[in-house]
């Protein structure tokens, strides 16, 4: 039988500064436990400054409102990308693989002083960004920076620094990890979501290096040092960085599935070597993702791109379809172990949607698989790609991964870590029952209103383009759509941030006592470590209804894929 | 979470084998679908390129626009040369910011090699409502050989940021 949290002794001492939590019965290094609270709370800081910015450029698309002018809304839009894209969601990721790399390994954290020196630096890095934004007109260049449109060189500098502190933060992970092995803290293989929070680690390192080829001449361009940078060349490398870190946003947010799975429905993994398997599917194919912003670049060949977009044969695709089976699957058979056996979705019916975590993971997987994948896929094959290129169809793809899916998980999870790592009670419970719901139907508002902008033709980036005659009146529809849902995800957002501030300002301090928030005084984590082999493979307890669910989401792909081939073949020949 | 067992690969069961037996044949469905359009479509990404400095492009888009003007027009006050081309031969657009230089003139079902190719920054090419959307780079001639299937007055908007006045970016295209 699996067992949670190893056996082997640890020693009070000078080496070992740590806590033995309550509810989870897993050893909290103490170093580990000061980095989660520093990360978690710059990662809401720049979800704040990044929440206004989305608010307000979003109620400037809305055309209704056109709320900005235009040099706000490309400043803000910049803003936007940075404090969301890359900070809110990089110090989150630092936080869990703090996490994942001693408190799941029963291990201590080797490196505390060079993982506070990436904190730093990424805080610098990440506060100078925008400050550079806010005040210097010439940095007005959007998230992506595309040369030779030349920003000041302290916001290249700015990302700079904060690569670098991302990259000395993930070292640590790989330092604790053989520090642990080493020290025997562990034995045999490490647990699943420390193997998928090792895939984001090891993409995030390959990334970050290739980030480093783009930003660091640019830097030096914009002190006139180099001459010449060729802009083709600074997209390919720009995007070996920018696409790969949506992959470790995916590794670590697969990898959270797991834990919110396990936390709140007590599931065992089906079948490890399955979910393994899928993990390194991302490993080896999803770096080939950076095509997917090259497709209609000049210069590039039909071979190299298909190879390329399809990640070799669309592999990464089938690791995240892999995934899609094998965590409903698994919260499917614990939950009809625990007599929720009626029909098909009885199990479903009987889940603890009043618990935050167990919503936040299902709305995330609904809105990262049913609207993210299937149009991110779409849209990233080569031909289809000149319908979608740079317009909302762009922005709705990724809005519905990184921030239905990623966001909603990391928030779900959030109000996990205020109990028992930062050792808070939870204020405003109720909030947080209704918090992924509504960031969750603002998200898919955003996403549809955004995807049905951009197949009329309505370019991202672009304060306004109603006015040039070319887009049909119905766009006011959808981008009001877009807006509306705009609105309501920055109230879930506030939501989230008010159960957040609340429950750390001014919540007692206390040890957590149990591990679901609402939905019971059960231990799920506890109980999945007693669902034995004989229930795993219990008939009774087979995996019908997910089997039904991901049948259906394929029906949906290819109806989705389908339809834009047919979209295509009705415009202009071309070759 | 849990520390997983001593001996963790075990064969899959009857499930996971269908799925992901389903998955993976729709994920080969998936690549084939290119390579099959590449030689059956009549869209594909244009990829025909050659380098270019600005000032040799332009030379190339003054000379085409003096040789066939047949008209003007004004995009935001700025009158336009409107140039048509005998079918079949190479005309020429220029992005700077923030014009598209010349206005364009087609026949329908006549084809056309599009030389485009930017001044300065990155532009993008998108030509609205036909939504054909393309990268236009410093340096990169992109030669995209077009057939219009569709008449009437066609609007290129810029859709790659390109600095402030990105949004005013606007050009035309006419199919007679």
């Known amino acids: 039988m699996a067992t949670l949290a190893p056996t082997t002794p640890w020693v009070k001492g000078a080496k070992d500064d740590f806590r033995v939590c309550g509810v989870t019965t897993l050893k909290v290094d103490m170093h580990t436990e000061r980095l989660i609270i520093a990360n978690a709370v710059m990662a809401v800081v720049c979800l704040v400054l990044g929440g206004i910015a989305a608010l307000l450029i979003a109620l400037t698309r809305w055309q209704a409102i056109h709320l900005l002018d235009a040099t706000w809304f490309y400043r803000l839009l910049t803003l936007h990308g940075i404090d969301m894209l890359i900070a809110w969601i990089v110090f989150f990721e630092m936080a869990g693989l703090h996490f994942g790399s001693t408190a799941l390994l029963n291990a201590r954290h080797a490196a505390p002083k060079l993982a506070w020196t990436g904190f730093i630096l990424m805080t610098v890095g990440g506060l100078m960004a925008n400050a550079v934004v806010l005040f210097d007109p010439k940095s007005i260049v959007t998230f992506t920076a595309y040369v030779p449109l030349k920003a000041h060189p302290l916001f290249y500098l700015s990302y700079i620094l904060f690569a670098v502190g991302a990259l000395i933060a993930t070292i640590t992970f790989f330092i604790n990890i053989v520090v642990a092995k080493r020290e025997k803290r562990f034995e045999g293989s490490m647990p699943l979501a420390v193997f998928g929070l090792m895939t984001a680690a090891i993409l995030a390192v390959y990334t970050l290096l290739e980030g480093a080829a783009a930003i660091v001449p640019a830097f030096l361009w914009s002190l006139d040092i180099l001459p010449n940078y060729d802009p083709g060349i600074y997209r390919n490398f720009f995007w070996g960085f920018g696409h790969p870190a949506q992959q470790v946003n995916l590794a670590a947010m697969v990898s959270i599935w797991y834990m919110l799975a396990q936390m709140t429905t007590g599931i065992r993994p089906v079948n490890e070597k399955f979910s393994r398997f899928a993990f390194i599917l991302y490993l080896f194919f999803i770096n080939l993702g950076s095509a997917h912003h090259l497709l209609v670049d000049p210069g590039l060949s039909f071979a190299w791109k298909a190879v390329n977009t399809s990640y070799a044969m669309y592999l990464a695709v089938l690791g995240s379809m892999m995934h899609a089976f094998s965590i409903p699957a698994a919260m499917e058979i614990a939950l009809r172990a625990k007599g929720y056996n009626k029909g098909l979705f009885g199990w479903l019916r009987n889940g603890p949607w009043n618990e935050p975590g167990f919503s936040a993971l299902v709305v995330s997987m609904i809105l990262f698989g049913w609207i993210g994948g299937v149009t991110g896929v779409t849209i990233g094959t080569e031909q289809i790609n000149m319908l979608a290129h740079n317009t909302l169809r762009l922005p709705g793809h990724f809005h519905a991964t990184v921030v239905g899916g990623t966001t909603t998980a990391f928030m779900g999870f959030t109000y996990y870590v205020i109990p028992l790592i930062f050792r808070k009670e939870l204020k405003l419970k109720k909030w947080a029952v209704w918090q992924p719901y509504v960031y969750g139907v603002g998200s898919a508002l955003v996403s549809l209103g955004m995807i049905t902008s951009g197949l009329q033709g309505v370019s991202r980036r672009n304060w306004d383009i109603t006015f040039s005659g070319a887009i049909p009146g119905t766009v006011n529809l959808t981008l009001a759509i877009f807006g509306i849902g705009a609105v309501i995800a920055v109230i879930g957002g506030i939501m989230y941030v008010a159960v957040v501030l609340t429950s750390i300002l001014t919540g007692e301090r206390k040890e957590a006592t149990g591990l679901l928030l609402v939905s019971g005084t059960n231990n799920p984590l506890l109980e999945s470590t007693q669902l034995t082999d004989e229930q795993m493979e219990d008939k009774q307890n087979q995996p019908k209804g997910t089997l039904v669910l991901v049948f259906a989401f394929l029906v949906w792909f290819a109806v989705y894929y389908l339809s834009n081939w047919w979209l295509l073949g009705r415009t202009w020949f071309i070759k | ?176």
């Not at chain 2, 040799?56 to 040789?67: C, G, S």
Request: hydrophobic share 40%.
């Open chain 2, 1 to 176: 979470m849990l520390a997983p067992e001593k001996i963790w690969w075990k064969p899959l069961g009857r499930m996971e084998k269908t799925w992901l037996t389903v998955a993976f044949v729709w994920c080969v469905f998936l690549t084939i679908m290119m390579p099959l359009w590449y030689f059956m479509g009549r869209q594909n990404v244009p990829t025909e390129t050659y380098r270019v400095t600005p000032t040799q492009f332009n030379e190339k888009v003054t000379a085409f626009a003096e040789q066939y003007k047949v008209g003007e027009d004004t995009i935001n006050g700025v009158t336009l040369p409107v140039v048509e081309a005998p079918a079949g031969s190479d005309v020429y657009l220029r992005a700077s910011t923030w014009q598209w230089y010349p206005i364009l003139q087609f026949k329908k079902g006549e084809t056309y090699r599009l030389h485009i190719s930017s001044m300065d920054l990155l532009h993008g090419f998108s030509l609205q409502p036909v939504n054909i959307n393309l990268q236009v780079l410093p340096g990169y001639d992109y030669v995209a050989t077009i057939t219009p299937t569709s008449t009437g007055e066609f609007t290129i908007v810029c859709n790659e940021f390109c600095s402030l006045g990105h949004h005013t970016m606007i050009g035309k295209i006419i199919v007679k």
